[in-house]
C-alpha cells in the first residue's frame, strides 16, 4: 500500500532546549511520507544553528518577527499539499509509530476530520517523571465555555484507553485531514491569526464541529509533552499570555456560539464571564487591554462568524451535548464509517 503523505508543521520560537530531539523523534517516524515543515519566529537562542543541522531534511521558513503561533502553523500548513497535517509543539516527543497509529485510526470514520493521541507528561528538559500521568487526550467545553484537556495531571490508570470522539484535539500534537483544513478555512487561513496564541486549537475544533467534522482519540498513539500553561497557574504564565487567553476567551465565543447554545448555556457563561471582568479588574490588571483587543478585532470577528454560520452543517441539539462537566467522549460504533462530512446546510429554522 502507498505510504500517506503527512506534514509535519512545527513552529518554533527559542525552542533550543527541545528542538533537536523532537526533530529526531519526528525523523523516526515510521509507515508515513513526511515533510517536515519548521517555521520559526525570529529565535535568538540558537534555535537557528539546530534547524541548520538538519539540511535538507527539513524546511524552514524563518519569519523576521514573532507572528504568533496560530499564524505560523498557517504558513506550514500552507507550504504542503499533503494528505494529513500534523502540528507539533517543539517540546513534544512522539514515539515512532504515533503518526501512522493517528492515519489509521481515520479509517474507522472517514468524516473525522482530525486525530489525537494520548499525549502524556514529562518534564522540563523532557526529563522523565516518577509517574505516569495524562497531559492531554482530547479537548473537552463545559457549560461555562471553558475548555480543558481531558485527563491532565490524572494518573494514566487505564481510563482513557479506548478509541473514541472528542470534541476537539490539542495543537502540540494533533492531525488534520487535508480535506478539512480546505473546507473550515477562512480566508485561506486554518487557524485565526489574530488569535495570536493559546486557544486557537479549541476554536478551530468548534468550527469544524459546525461544520460536521468529527475528532477521534486513539491511545494507541503515545507522545510525551512539557506542559507550560496549565489552568489555575495564571501566576506563572506570561501578561501577554494571559492577556490572550481573556481575548481570546470572547473572540471564540463570537464567531461560534449559536443561539441555541446560549440559551442552554447562559448561567454559568455569564458567572464566568463576571468571573474573568471582576479577576482582570481586581487581580490581573495587565489583561485589560484583552477587551480592547477584543474591540479591535471584532469587525473581522464578525465577518468570520457570518461565513461559519452561512456554511453551517449542524444544528444545535447535535452540538450542545459537547458542553457539558463530564470528561467522557463518545463511543464509535465499532463500524467502519464512509461517508465524509454531511455537505448540506442547515435551513434556517433549522438552528
Known sequence: MTEPTVCISIV???SSRYIRRCLNAVMAQKGIRATVVVVDNASNDGTGAILEEFGGRIQVIWNRSNVGFAEAQNQGIRASRAEWVLTLNPDLLMEEDF???????????RGAGALCGKLLSIGKGFQPLAERRIDSTGLFFTPAMRHFDRGSRELDDGAYDRT???????????LYRREMIDDVSIGGDFFDKDFFAYREDADVAWRAQLLGWRCIYSPSAVGWHVRTVVPGDR???TPSINMHSVKNRFLMRIKNATPGLYRHCWLPMTVRDLAVVAGCLLLEPRSLPAFWQVAK???AAWERRREIMRRRRVADRALVRWFRFELAGEPLTGEVVTETAPRTMLAPDAA
Not at 99 to 109: C, F, G, P, S
Open 297 to 299: 478585532c471584532w469587525p
Open 164 to 174: 473514541e470522539y472528542v470534541f476537539g484535539a490539542c495543537a502540540a500534537a494533533a
Open 235 to 237: 501566576r506563572s504564565i
Open 12 to 14: 518554533t520560537f527559542n
Open 99 to 109: 503518526v501512522i497509529r493517528l492515519v489509521d485510526a481515520a479509517e474507522l470514520d
